[in-house]
């Protein structure tokens, strides 16, 4: 047994989150050779996981045994994954040279430490402009860019023709808004058969009803594995198929992880660039409409699950498993859009688009701007690459400079009032929603820094600094 310090690793979240740290995993090994790593997960995901998982872990359920061994030791590094209290005040009850993400003290009160840590609780609500990907938010705070950036993935596999023709449709997700309709994957798998692909229907035991539902309204006989297989078999069906169709889900995130070409029907209040499959060589298809990517719908149902016809997915899936995408980008889907995973030239997560507006929108240079902002204020690039961003915006929108640079004035005004004298240093809840879209990634953090930082005075000194920043670059 190595006399090291280990790493350990709370991650008490659902099965994708899990398999979303593995990349952690495998960096962290890379880094620091040798030293043993533990993980706090949920037993009922990682047991299932042990012959995917990439190797070098020693996994903890959360049980008291397992707590009492684990405080028993000193720790190298602890990084806490979880929003669960319970993995917050374990994280601040055991000894460790550096300790990231929440924490909570003998008090109960909760803290979060480390700059990409804060920043990703700072997504809550207000991830409209977001650009980092869990994975890489993950390691950001305890992993080097440059660690990132030179991992090679390796590509989705290449299997026999015959084989290619059979499309893995995992038909469930954590909420309903997730996931497309009993009739979308009835006339999906119809459509399928017509272009002489083969639906194999994929879920787990909440999706057995579902799935019969679905096999009944196909007309031919499918194979219908929901319910039958657990997620190592299911890891292992995956290699019999040419690709998987699927909504948001864990086991989309375990097909990329173990090479199974997937299509992500990115429905819902869900965001593909926070959540969408990690590896390179795989594809979004998300509705073209500005609501997309959202946190929650407040609309009276998701209009965007409109977008998505059947016959149109399924002359997409076609073209995918020929290796034929690129002849989208001479054909735009006028109500879809379709993208690749890949990595950004700086390295990280990135989504390609198959077909490119011609002008790109604001929001996409916003998200663009925002994710090369915070990557410079973190120290992963200089700020050089944030103001070039901006003057992409003030090419392409020059009004949106001056609304940007009003709304950051009214922001620095707002944080004066916690440096008065007698001018109250408390804020509202939605204190980071009393902007424009546009700047409520700096409101949203601020928010969360000033809380963070128990409103003191440094805190709110903090976050004015950071708003200078930001006027200076616009």
């Not at 979240?13 to 899990?18: E, F, H, I, P, S």
């Not at 596999?157 to 996931?179: N, P």
């Not at 990135?350 to 604001?362: E, G, H, R, T, V």
């Amino acid at each position: 047994m190595s006399s090291q310090r280990p790493i350990l690793i709370l991650q008490m979240q659902r099965m994708g989150d899990l398999i979303l740290s593995y990349p952690l995993v495998l960096w962290l090994s890379r880094r620091y050779p040798g030293r043993p790593i533990w993980m706090m997960a949920e037993e009922l995901f990682y047991k299932q996981l042990m012959q995917v998982n990439p190797g070098g872990v020693t996994f903890f359920p959360w049980a008291e045994r397992s707590l009492a061994h684990l405080r028993s030791h000193k720790y190298e590094l602890v990084i806490n994954l979880s929003h669960d209290p319970r993995a917050a005040a374990l994280a601040g009850q055991v000894e460790s040279e550096e300790v990231f993400g929440p924490v909570s003290g003998e008090d109960g009160l909760r803290y979060i430490r480390g700059d990409w840590a804060l920043y990703r609780a700072s997504l809550v609500r207000s991830n409209r402009h977001n650009r980092f990907h869990w994975a890489d938010l993950n390691a950001l705070d305890v992993v080097s860019l440059d660690d990132i950036a030179t991992t090679n993935w390796s590509v989705p596999r290449t299997i026999t023709k015959v084989a290619s023709r059979k499309v893995g449709l995992f038909l469930g997700a954590s909420q309903e808004a997730k996931r497309p309709s009993v009739g979308f994957w009835q006339k999906l798998g119809s459509e399928l058969l017509k272009r002489d692909l083969r639906p194999v229907l994929l879920g787990g035991p909440a999706e057995v009803e579902l799935a019969q539902q679905v096999a009944r309204g196909i007309p031919a006989r499918v194979i219908n594995f929901a319910g039958q297989q657990t997620l190592a078999e299911l890891a292992y069906i995956g290699q019999t198929l040419g690709m998987m169709v699927t909504p948001d889900t864990g086991p989309m995130h375990l097909a990329a992880w173990t090479g199974l070409r997937t299509l992500n029907l990115s429905m819902g209040n869900v965001n593909c660039w926070e959540t969408g499959p990690y590896q390179a060589g795989h594809f979004v298809l998300r509705a073209r409409m500005s609501c997309s990517g959202c946190w929650h719908c407040h609309r009276a149902r998701t209009y965007c699950h409109d977008h998505f016809l059947p016959r149109q997915v399924a002359f997409i899936i076609d073209r995918i498993n020929q290796k034929e995408q690129e002849c989208f980008a001479k054909r735009r889907l006028p109500d879809l859009e379709l993208m690749e995973t890949g990595q950004s030239r700086q390295g990280l997560y990135s989504l390609k688009s198959i077909a490119p507006a011609a002008d790109p929108s604001a929001r996409e240079l916003l998200g663009l701007f925002w994710q090369q902002y915070w990557g410079a204020r973190f120290g992963l690039w200089p700020m050089d690459e944030a103001s070039s961003a901006f003057s992409d915006i003030y090419q392409q929108y020059p009004r949106m400079r001056d609304a940007m640079r009003g709304g950051l004035v009214r922001l620095s005004r707002d944080l004066r009032r916690g440096l008065t004298p007698g001018g109250g240093r408390t804020i509202s809840d939605d204190f980071w929603h009393a902007s424009s879209p546009a700047l409520q990634p700096a409101r949203s953090y601020c928010q969360l820094y000033l809380e963070n930082g128990d409103m003191a005075p440094s805190a709110w000194a903090g976050c004015l600094g950071l708003v200078e920043e930001l006027l200076d670059l616009m």
